[in-house]
């Protein structure tokens, strides 16, 4: 039963996600007493990445240096000129530019692993790009918003980059080092932990849109299209670059999937932590929508 329910959620993650939005959207007051807990929910989501590596994954970085310094670039450079450029061009309100630009900074998402999967892609590149950036983050993700956004807003860069430490870092490291004392018992699980790391997502993506019920309406449209060319752009530009440094077709797609999913709940939990309910609209949007764009590209990579 667990694991016919495992592999439900796995294989429909898109339409989950879409039901559990639509449930926050007209139930908001089911999700509203979890917004506190979003970092503590982001927290076990990382720990759980955690407990799917080892320290030797961390060879990798040195054994293709090219291929991880190429998609690192990539990924905090691509997505976030594109929301720089996306902000300016649509004149979004501040506090939802903000959000726009907090997810182009973020980095990639656990979720690029899964749809490199099935758009036969190259997995153990795309795990070491989302390992690689996500350890970065702490210190680029706040800088980058400090360079991008330091003259719209106050971003608080020490206190962000503190956040980001708590939320990240440290629980994918503690899930490495759990990984390591208790093998056996993680052996056993981890078919299970990237189902529950969807439904937590789930979760803080409902709590998002519940607080954002009413706002929703008002910028919802704007924020959705913005959010959507944000994603697409990202895809098609990652893409162009592996195409224009000759990357292998697998590589390529792992590149290419990387810099167009982000680490949304990172940007929401930022977001709502720092610069308030509307400017994680955004995070809980691209959410939503970078589930159905890479799913779709992973279905047309894979018969390519």
């Known amino acids: 039963m667990i694991s016919r329910l495992n592999s439900l959620i796995s294989k429909q993650m898109f339409p989950f ?43 990798l970085i040195f054994q293709r240096p090219r291929d991880i310094l190429i998609g690192v670039a990539a990924q905090y450079t691509i997505m976030p000129l594109v929301a720089f450029l ?40 795309s795990v070491s790009l989302t390992m690689v950036t996500t350890l970065l983050s702490p210190i680029v993700t706040p800088l980058l918003m400090l360079v991008i956004a330091g003259e719209r807003i106050d971003v608080p860069f020490l206190s962000m980059m503190l956040s980001i430490c708590q939320v990240v870092l440290l629980p994918v490291l503690l899930g490495i080092i759990v990984n390591r004392l208790f093998q056996r018992v993680i052996q056993k699980i981890k078919d299970c932990l990237p ?52 990357m292998e077709a697998n590589k390529a797609k792992a590149i290419t999937i990387e810099v167009g999913m982000q680490n949304s709940g ?11 309910a509307a ?5 809980a949007i691209f959410s939503v929508w970078h589930n159905l764009s890479g799913s779709i590209l992973a279905n047309y990579f894979a018969r390519k």
């Open 17 to 59: 996600i879409l039901v559990v939005s639509a449930l926050a959207l007209f139930l908001p007051k089911g999700f509203l007493w979890l917004v506190p807990h979003i970092p503590l929910m982001l927290g076990v989501v990382m720990f759980g990445m955690g407990t799917m590596l080892t320290f030797e994954d961390f060879r």
């Open 266 to 276: 990172l940007a929401a939990s930022l977001a709502i932590t720092y610069f308030g």
């Open 279 to 283: 400017a994680a609209l955004p995070g």
């Open 195 to 246: 189902t529950f790391s969807i439904v937590v997502i789930a979760v803080i993506i409902g709590c998002v849109i519940s607080v954002n019920a009413t706002k929703l309406l008002e910028v919802g449209l704007a924020t959705a299209l913005v959010v959507m060319l944000h994603n697409l752009a990202g895809l098609a530009l990652g893409y162009m670059l592996t195409r224009w440094v000759k």
């Open 86 to 125: 996306l902000v300016h061009v649509f004149s979004l309100p501040p506090e939802v530019a903000v959000g726009v630009l907090l997810v182009g900074c973020c980095p990639g998402g656990t979720a690029s692993n899964v749809i490199t999967y099935l758009a036969k892609g190259d997995v153990a590149l």
